[in-house]
Every structure is written in C-alpha cells, then in structure tokens.
C-alpha cells in the first residue's frame, strides 16, 4: 500500500465515520483541536481504521500520542510495515 | 425532580453489582429494569412450582481465594449464598460421539493436567504447555483480578493469537484439542475466533473449581435484594428511560422515563446490551464510526433449552449435581457455527432440587442455537408464534429428548417435559437483542464497550463489556465503579473486606 492510498483511506474514515468535510482534512489539522474529535473517539477512531485498513493497532502508547492527520499516516504506514 | 447519584439501568448480575458497588460508597442509588421482577438471566422461573435455571447454571471461582470468593466478599453477600461444588472427579464430562468415549475431568489444574495425561499419555508436554501458557496470561491479567484492577488493561501477546492457533502449534490430537477448547460452550465463540487469553481468562476459574449456587442465581437475587435495602438502593422494575433532556456540554442532566417521571443523577451506568445502547443515545451526540462499531459487533452462541424432570417415584439415592456435555465430533469450530446442519452440542445439567417439602432431580438441557435458527420466526412474540413454529420447538424437543435418553437409558418414560425455549424465547423474555447466551460476541481484535460512553456522565458494563458469564459481567462492574468512585475510596472499599 503506498502512501496516497493510505491518506486516502485515512480521510475517507474521517470523512465518513466523524462526517468531517472533505476541505478540512489536511495534513497538518489537530485531530481534537482542528476536527473537533474529543478522547472519547479515539476507541472509535481506532475501531475504524482496524477494519478499513484490515490491520490490529495494539501500541496502545502511539495511539495517545496521536495529534494530527499526518500522525496517523505515518503510524499506519509503521504497522502496515511491520506486518510486510 | 428525584435526584439521584447514580443511575444503574438493567438488573442482571452486572446491574446488581454496580448498584451495590455505589451504594455500598454511600452514594445515591437507582436501579431500572424493564422486566417487571429483577435479575435478568441470572434469575430462576418456576413453572409447575418447579425451580429452573434461566441463564446461571455453574461457576468457577467460588473457592477460598478465587474471583467470585473475592467478589462476593467484597460486597459482603458471600455469606448469603451457599456454593455447591460438584463431585472434583468428574466436574465436568465430556462425552464425544464420534470418539465414543466419554472424559471425565475434574478441577484442580493438576488434577486435570494427570487426567489428561491419562488420557493422552502421548500429549504429556503439550498438556503442560497449555495449562502453563493460561496459567501465566491469567497472572499478567489486571482486569480479572480484583487487587490488581486499578492498574491499566494491558493486553499480552496472546491477545493476538487465536486459541485454534495456539493448540494447532501445541498438538495433533483432535479428542485434546477439542477438550481444551470445550469450554468455549461457556462464552460462545468459535476457537478460530476468540483469543488465546480471553479463552484463558474464562477457563482459569473452571479448571479452578466448578460450583453450582444453592437455589440458584436467585439466591444471588435475594442475597442483592437484602443488601439493597441496607444501603436504601432504590429498585423500580418495568420502568426503562426513553430520553435523556437537559443536556448540556456533553452531559446528560435528566432522565425521562417510561413512566413519564423526570429524575436527575450524576451518572448513569447501562448494563443492557450494546446494541439496546445504542438505541437510546440521540444520534446529534454519536459519530458514524461509534454506530458502525457497536453495530459490527456479532452475537455469541445462543441456546435451544428443555427443562425435564424426573418422575418422583424414580429412585436414584446417588443423583447428584454434574454437567455432562455430548460432542457429536471433535470440530469445536463447526459446532459453534451458525451455518453448522449437523447434531449440536448438547450440555445436560442435572440438579437436585428442594421447594418447601418436596425434592426434584431435574435435568436441564442446553443445545447449541442461533439466531439464525429461528430467523423466519423473528417478528413474532411470545404467546403468538405461528404453528411452524410450534412444530420447529416439538421437533427439536423431541430430538433433545432421544438423546438424553441414549445417555442416560435409565430414564426412559421417567423424565418429563416441563417447558422449553428457543433463542426467541430468551430473546423476548430477556430483552435482549438477539437472544444470544453471552451477550456479543469476543472475537479477536474487538474494542468493547466499556467504561465512558460519548455522553460523558453515561458508562458501559456487562457482559458484552468485558467478558461473558457472571465473573466478566461482575468485573465489569467493578471496572467502572472504579471510575465513578474516588479512587483511593474504591481502594478503600476493596481492601476493607478483603486481606492485601
């Protein structure tokens, strides 16, 4: 999987799981503070990127330190890494 | 408006706890249920003024020291109940059909572990191996242990891997692999889908001890209901909450109840089924990804119920309390598979029961179902099935009842029929979703619902929490007890009855 597609299927969750629009997921946005997520939805978050990516997020300790969407690319693109 | 601390909303065991949890911390207690009497499946139903077991038939962990013990201690209810332990011999039989041998297997984990060997003398390092790796993902395990609770749920490597890998890794032998994973009958989930440490933390207990209660899971009621009235928990049956109003940054000021009444409280706890949850959470506060989580969830195994008993003239002076559980073959998987058309498994529970003046020596009949089973059926309601229906539930009786008799010949013309279930039976008279036994299914890689839900003065238990059967639903409870209560009280709490 290469790194477009990843952002891609990353946004399409955040797209379609929190219903955030398509203009406002840039790199750089805070997952809390730009998106508007709150730390109840990390679980929910992590749920759904299982599923759409078919991976297991287990690091429960890179998941907290989670901040932006650019965060989240990279920590996929480790796990999907590791499992190569 | 009534003001309440906490709200608990549904009284099976899971509820029973978490109120007595709060209310045994002085706070302000109100329990719900939608059922006009408590309990949920935990309670028993008398029909023919016969006692029969719903939901709770058997535990682990009832002796000194073990969860349960620890449990009941804590909420000072231990000395309420009386614990049954069944013969250690021969708690737990096996009887695989395709084998045609029948296993005897006692608890005690060394008893087990020679019984085994026994059995399988060729196995012996794969026997120790097992019971070792579940000794030790049992140890690391915070969660299923009260003095350990308050540090993190961390998971161990064997979260990740399946119990069908783990025993495809340890032997070859199908009749052993298929009596290390029987008890996947007690959480209802395929050996190819649940962990190797859920497994372990459901089995540990059982290879432990195997106990049955007294008078049931109603004497855990009853032992609920006297300590209730001790600490003023405030019990309302047939009433359930159909809005939440008032809310404000995130959290819920009241509660409007089917009765129309309003009460407030600072927190509400839900020990109903994840899918009933959601239900009632208004969708402006939930994400699409909350939904689709909850919904993904699947059920666990369900079951198809006879409650039979035995003529009174039937002498039997050495009847006694035991579980005998028929395997038609050694596939676990297929058996729990809801698309399996062959013989089910069937788990018999016989029992010896005293009402007043009168003894009965019941036997109650378990046999694996779905859902599924019953789909044609599922708009329907108790007291209006159709006649396909009727005839489905004769059918599967009278199979049930051949294959008693082809186990136990001696009770032929001896054993009646008192009543009968299907999923939707239990469906309907549980409220519950799908009927399903243990609530959702625990499969691998799952995130529960647990703990704080997205309204944040509204929280999560059960058994579809944490772990199914009574131990799961009650640790549930006291995981998110901890989170209600000021920690260095609900340290104080735990501790005040049990030793460091």
């Keep these: 999987m290469n790194e477009q597609e990843i952002i891609d299927i990353t946004n399409k969750v955040f797209e379609e799981s929190f219903e955030i629009e398509k203009d406002r997921l840039k790199p750089e946005a805070h997952i809390f503070t730009d998106l508007g997520l709150d730390s109840l939805d990390i679980v929910d978050l992590v749920a759904a990127l299982q599923k759409s990516f078919g991976v297991n997020i287990r690091n429960e300790e890179k998941v907290r330190n989670i901040r932006t969407l650019q965060d989240i690319y990279q920590f996929i693109s480790a796990i999907k890494k590791e499992g190569q | ?500």
């Design chain 2, 1 to 500: 408006m009534k003001r309440y601390d906490d709200i608990v909303v549904g009284s099976g065991i899971s509820g029973l706890t978490m109120a007595l949890i709060l209310g045994m911390n002085g706070r302000k207690v109100l329990l719900l249920e939608k059922n006009p009497f408590i309990g949920g499946s935990i309670s028993r139903f008398y029909k023919n003024g016969i006692p029969f077991d719903t939901g709770f038939h058997f535990t682990g962990g009832l002796q000194k020291g073990g969860i349960l013990y620890d449990i009941l201690t804590v909420l000072e209810v231990r000395d309420l109940i009386r614990p049954i332990f069944l013969s250690q011999d021969r708690a737990n039989c096996f009887f695989i059909e395709s084998e045609g041998r029948q296993y005897e297997v006692p608890y005690g984990i060394d008893n087990i572990k020679n019984k085994f060997k026994e059995y399988f003398p060729e196995e012996t390092s794969a026997i120790d191996r097992y019971f070792g790796m579940v000794q030790k993902v049992c140890d690391d395990t915070p969660s299923m242990n009260l003095r350990t609770i308050f540090s993190e749920h961390i998971l161990a490597d064997e979260d990740f891997i399946t119990l069908e890998e783990v025993l495809n890794k340890l032997t070859q032998n199908h009749a052993l692999k298929a009596l290390l994973s029987a008890l996947a009958m007690c959480y209802g989930v395929k050996p190819e889908e649940i962990s190797f440490a859920n497994h372990s933390r459901m089995c540990l207990e059982l290879y432990h001890s195997v106990a049955r209660i007294e008078n049931g899971g109603s004497a855990l009621v009853q032992a609920f209901k006297k300590k209730f009235k001790d600490h003023d928990i405030e019990i309302r049956c047939s009433t359930h909450i159909t809005e939440f109003a008032d809310i404000n940054n995130k959290k819920v000021g009241s509660f409007i109840l089917n009765t129309g009444e309003e009460v407030s409280g600072d927190n509400c706890v839900f020990t109903i089924h994840p899918r009933e949850i959601l239900k009632i959470l208004p969708r402006e506060y939930i994400s699409r990804a909350f939904i689709d989580r909850i919904s993904d969830f699947e059920s666990s195994v369900g079951f198809f119920s006879v409650f039979t008993v035995l003529d009174s003239d039937h002498e039997e002076p050495d009847f006694e309390s035991s579980i005998l559980s028929i395997f038609p073959h050694c596939d676990v998987n297929r058996l729990l598979d809801p698309a399996y058309k062959g013989a089910p498994a069937l788990v018999l529970i016989k029992s010896v029961e005293h009402v007043r003046d009168k003894t009965y020596k019941t036997i109650d009949a378990f046999e694996i179902s779905f859902p599924e089973h019953v789909k044609e059926w599922e708009v329907s309601k108790t007291g209006e099935r159709p006649r396909a229906y009727q005839e489905y539930k004769k059918g599967r009786v009278d199979d049930i009842m051949g294959r008693i008799i082809k186990v136990y010949p001696q009770y032929k013309d001896k054993l009646q029929v008192v009543d009968s279930a299907s999923v939707l039976t239990f469906r309907d008279y549980l409220n519950s979703p799908d009927g399903s036994a243990y609530g959702i299914k625990q499969k691998m890689n799952q995130i529960n619902l647990i703990g704080k839900l997205p309204l944040r003065n509204l929280y999560a238990a059960g058994q579809s929490s944490l772990l199914p059967g009574i131990i799961g639903a009650m640790m549930s409870s006291f995981i998110v007890g901890r989170t209600i209560l000021d920690e260095n009280k609900y340290r104080e709490f735990i501790f005040r009855n049990l030793s460091t």
